[in-house]
């Protein structure tokens, strides 16, 4: 059987709660191999979203598939290929962390736990119920990677976890993902990840996303979007012709004029150097400064930037 | 298969405290149970107070153990961390199917296998009141318990549950189904209803099992028990009308022996005869007609009997449903709606009286000689008990029985008669008890010795009849009971 193209095809899902829709109709294909960001605010539709793609939640239209499969029939054989990490899961509190592991091993036709619990510096004979926040999520961490699933899903594992144990999961599920596709390169597992620590996640993602209330904004490799976004600062020689201008084009975001000096948020830079255009649309620009952004500045920027009316000068 | 049993063993492990406490339940019950058995040599009214908890904490115990185990899977809800996992749903189904199997249906099995024996039955003998006793416990508890487990997240949440359904319940038999017990229901209506109970909650169970859409499993739950209700309340309480009448005429084929008559007899009953012997409703009157079933063998006894009658007048008729009547020596004792015995009590009318009963023959019997203990037919046991036989059985006593007691020459300090001694066992169909053991005491109008021999005559159907009879001016006021 041939491998569907992409890991993740998504085909104008939605879904709404009691009449409110909380994610809007959209499309959405997650490569193989990609690792996966998930960006949005706190009740952007992140979660959701994850929940409609393992059958958790039913959509209230639209359609999806994981690994080929269509969600709504995604069920128990499934699950072997697709593992799921997230910060609400429920946990048998009294089973051991060795017992969890014991317990799960006959589910998975490919279970290898070899080397995981000391990779994640987790006790093996205490209880669930008795582990810190991020034990527990090493526990899930462990419990998920020893049986080498094709595709991860992971909703917000990194919430409320130190600079440490983040960097001890990353480096665990990074080391884990170890074995290449012979063709492509790239590793045989998918990572779809909805996270708020983003410096964390730009150190690995190759792909972002980005949902506002529920509308996925865009979805693009992560070189990309951040070659496209570029923090400009514009020295005019007088700020008048700017003030009265009032209108940007819709690739600058946020524009803020202080004195004489205009700052926004650049998100054209892959198709044009931002010099040339501001001294196209500005021509009574002196000096102007182009920065490359980091995720965290570009998740700002684009926060703020749908907060205020697209294009309009503050 | 494979998957259920991990399923089942993780269950174990992790409940094996809550399967503790209720073997001990069980193993107490068991052991002290016998202890307030009629004949039994203690008779201590906090035992036998503690008997009844336990009685009510047993069926309790079914109910935590199957929700801790259902909820172990928890169905409701979007965290738990099983439904991302590769469970298929009818190994998890299984695994909870098998452990309500062994753990809990099992040790209350064994602890009532326990009781027949110790109360010198044989298992054998109760095998088939044992199957009809764990039918009625899963059909009443285990399948019920389980669903209201399915669709609930919590324990507390299926308490809350059990407990709406037990209010409801209650109001139905005290409120809309008040007075229904004197109505006779279709031939077989309960079993089809229970089928259909059973059917439709398995249904709903495997569906939630299958699909986990706890919203629609409620609501289908909900449906159903209104469903059940609403056919109950119609069946038994003979709202149904004309079809349920006709039903029940259908499985009562009018008779064919000429010589069986439904009489009604000229006059009205002497006044020492008119008092009132049945319980009627408080809606309802009771009215006495001398009649007189003529052409019964011999020997042959009524059993059963069921009267519904059709009262005419000009511009009024009024048919009443199937109802519980009193066939004695020369009266026959049915009970009427208020309603229409103050419209029509005081009227000439036409009355056309039907009745319906089974017809009972003596069977084999067999006599058997009184001890401190004895074998007695029916698979049955007997003792004796401040010089009355008391006689146990397991779960049931299929057949109506009539016992005859001959003193024996043995002196027991009991003044003895050359006069037989009667009495008449009902049938006892008993399968919901938690005590398996039905006590039967033989009331005789005195005392008899051991080595008094008792003859036991079982009764056996003879037959299914209906009989008519036609008053073409009655006046009903004349015939009410005082």
């Known amino acids: 059987m041939s491998r569907p193209a992409a890991a993740i095809e998504v085909h104008h899902l939605s879904k709404k709660f009691d009449g409110n829709e909380v994610l809007s109709s959209f499309d959405l294909s997650v490569p193989h191999g990609s690792i996966f960001a998930l960006l949005g605010h706190n009740g952007a539709g992140k979660t959701t979203l994850i929940k409609l793609l393992l059958n958790i939640l039913v959509p209230s239209s639209g359609s999806a598939t994981v690994l080929g499969q269509p969600t709504t029939s995604l069920a128990g054989p499934e699950f072997t290929r697709i593992g799921y990490i997230s910060e609400n899961q429920e946990l048998p509190e009294w089973m051991t962390v060795q017992g969890l592991l014991d317990y799960l091993r006959p589910f998975y036709p490919a279970w290898d736990e070899t080397g995981l619990l000391e990779d994640l510096d987790l006790p093996a004979d205490r209880k669930l119920g008795q582990l810190s926040r991020g034990m527990r999520m090493k526990a899930m961490f462990a419990s998920v990677l020893a049986f080498k699933p094709s595709l991860i899903l992971m909703d917000e594992p990194f919430a409320g976890l130190d600079v440490v144990t983040r960097d001890m999961l990353i480096r665990t599920l990074m080391g884990r993902l170890d074995s290449k596709d012979e063709r492509s390169g790239r590793s045989e597992t998918t990572i779809l990840i909805s996270s708020h620590e983003l410096a964390e996640i730009e150190t690995f993602a190759t792909h972002v996303a980005f949902l506002h209330e529920g509308r996925l904004l865009f979805a693009e490799p992560m070189a990309n979007l951040i070659m496209r976004f570029r923090e400009v600062t514009v020295r005019l020689s007088s700020p008048e012709p700017v003030a009265t201008c009032r209108r940007f084009p819709a690739d600058w975001l946020s524009p803020e004029l202080s004195g004489a000096i205009l700052r926004f948020t650049y998100t054209g830079a892959n198709m044009e150097d931002p010099e040339t255009i501001v001294r196209r649309e500005i021509p009574g620009a002196e000096h102007i400064d182009s920065d490359p952004m980091n995720l965290q500045t570009i998740f700002l920027a684009l926060a703020k930037a749908n907060r205020t009316r697209h294009g309009s000068l503050r | ?482």
Not at chain 2, 106 to 133: E, Y
Not at chain 2, 177 to 202: K, Q, R, Y
């Open chain 2, 1 to 482: 298969m494979m998957q259920a049993l991990h399923i089942f063993r993780k269950d174990i492990r992790h409940l094996w405290p809550e399967c503790g406490v209720y073997c001990v339940m069980l193993l107490v019950f068991a052991v002290a149970a016998p202890l307030v058995w009629p004949g039994s040599s203690l008779t201590n009214p906090a035992l036998a107070a503690a008997i009844r908890v336990l009685t009510f904490l047993i069926p309790l115990a079914f109910f935590v153990l199957i929700v801790r185990v259902v909820h172990e899977e928890s169905l409701v809800g979007v965290n738990q961390f099983w439904i991302t996992r590769p469970y298929r749903w009818w190994s998890l189904l299984a695994a909870k199917g098998l452990f309500i199997l062994i753990c809990v249906l099992l040790p209350f099995v064994l602890m009532q296998c326990w009781l027949v024996h110790h109360a010198g039955l044989s298992i054998d003998a109760a095998a088939s009141g044992m199957m009809r006793s764990i039918l009625i416990v899963s059909v009443y508890a285990l399948i019920p318990y389980t669903l209201v487990a399915a669709i609930t997240a919590t324990l507390t949440e299926a308490f809350m549950a059990l407990a709406c359904m037990f209010i409801v319940w209650l109001c139905f038999l005290l409120t809309v189904n008040e007075g229904n017990s004197m109505n006779l229901s279709p031939p077989h209506s309960w079993a089809i209803l229970i089928v259909l109970f059973v059917g439709l909650l398995t249904g709903i169970l495997i569906y939630q099992y299958a699909t986990r859409r706890t919203h629609y499993s409620r609501i289908a739950f909900v449906a159903a028990a209104v469903l059940f209700i609403f056919l109950l309340w119609g069946f038994s309480g003979a709202r149904f009308g004309a079809p349920v009448r006709a039903m029940i005429r259908d499985a009562y084929p009018l008779s064919s022996e000429s010589s069986l008559q439904l009489v009604v007899l000229p006059g009205l009953l002497p006044d020492h005869n008119r008092s009132t012997d049945m319980r009627v409703q408080k809606d309802s009157v009771e009215i006495k007609l001398p009649a007189r079933l003529k052409g019964l063998p011999d020997g042959y006894r009524i059993h059963n009997p069921n009267v519904s009658f059709t009262l005419e007048m000009q511009g009024y008729r009024y048919t009443s449903p199937w109802q519980t009547a009193n066939l004695g020596v020369d009266v026959l004792s049915f009970p009427m709606l208020r309603t229409v015995f103050d419209r029509v009590g005081r009227k000439d009318v036409h009355l056309h009286l039907e009745l319906l009963a089974e017809k009972l023959q003596p069977g084999i019997s067999r006599v058997v000689t009184a001890a401190e203990s004895f074998n007695v037919p029916g698979s049955g046991r007997c003792i004796f008990n401040q010089g009355f036989p008391v006689c146990r059985y397991a779960f049931h006593m299929l057949s109506p029985t009539r016992i005859e007691a001959i003193q024996g020459n043995q002196a027991c300090g009991i003044s003895t008669s050359a006069r037989p001694a009667y009495a008449t066992f009902p049938v006892i169909p008993d399968f919901s008890r938690i005590d398996p053991i039905v006590q039967q005491h033989v009331r005789f109008d005195r005392k008899i010795c051991p080595a008094s021999q008792l003859t036991f005559t079982e009764y056996v159907s003879a037959g299914r009849l209906r009989l008519q009879a036609e008053i073409p001016s009655i006046r009903m006021a004349e015939y009410q009971a005082r």
